[in-house]
T-cell receptor
């Protein structure tokens, strides 16, 4: 069964610093997708970035980049120049079962940006 | 961007009553909709997957007779929690996806907080 692991329950970072949120996954499927979502206190899930298993390059979206190491089965999220508004829960998710394309989520990491 | 709405945003009900939650894709046709449940300080757990015009597929451990899902059109899915009990109190989030959209990602609704007294 697919499993997503986020080992950092909480992270505290100084404003303007870069932060890396860890995510490892476990799958035997050759084709899969990896997502990162941000969940502020309001509860909405905000899509940040996507990495396909066959993508040759690491995904980037503005201040977000994904450090994809396929052999290690890790897909860490890097946020550059952190801002106070980045404080939120962050979830890594893997898309599996290609037909239905369901998502399984990690436990989440609560990121707090300090001024 | 693609927008998904949920109604109501919060609801409080008495034990034993039924509650209906609506999920709508506002500017795209959702070929598939998903329903998740999130308990406090926990992650999202997929409850069921629904495709327009067909029966929902429930995840293991989710009672289909308790959580009724109807995906009547390409823009609307409803989740009805029947005979709700306090242990059903949770944050319910829907998502929708379409082959028309980039990355084939899921777009999430804002969630519905259910409290059963």
């Amino acid at each position: 069964a697919q499993k997503i692991t986020q080992t950092q329950p909480g992270m505290f970072v100084q404003e303007k610093e870069a932060v890396t949120l860890d995510c490892t996954y476990d799958t035997s499927d050759p084709s899969y997708g990896l997502f990162w979502y941000k969940q502020p206190s309001s509860g909405e899930m905000i899509f940040l970035i996507y990495q396909g298993s066959y993508d040759q390059q690491n995904a980037t979206e503005g201040r977000y980049s994904l450090n994809f190491q396929k052999a290690r089965k890790s897909a860490n999220l890097v946020i550059s120049a952190s801002q106070l508004g980045d404080s939120a829960m962050y979830f890594c998710a893997q898309e599996f079962n290609q037909g239905a394309q369901k998502l399984v989520f990690g436990q989440g990491t609560r990121l707090t940006i300090n001024p | 961007g693609a927008v998904v709405s949920q109604h109501p945003s919060w609801v409080i009900c008495k034990s034993g009553t039924s509650v209906k939650i609506e999920c709508r894709s506002l500017d795209f046709q959702a070929t598939t909709m998903f329903w998740y449940r999130q308990f406090p300080k926990q992650s999202l757990m997929l409850m069921a997957t629904s495709n327009e015009g067909s029966k929902a597929t429930y995840e293991q451990g989710v009672e289909k007779d308790k959580f009724l899902i109807n995906h009547a059109s390409l823009t609307l899915s409803t989740l009805t929690v029947t005979s709700a009990h306090p242990e059903d109190s949770s944050f319910y989030i829907c998502s929708a996806k379409s082959w028309e959209l980039t990355y084939n990602e899921q777009f999430f609704g804002p969630g519905t907080r259910l409290t059963v007294l």
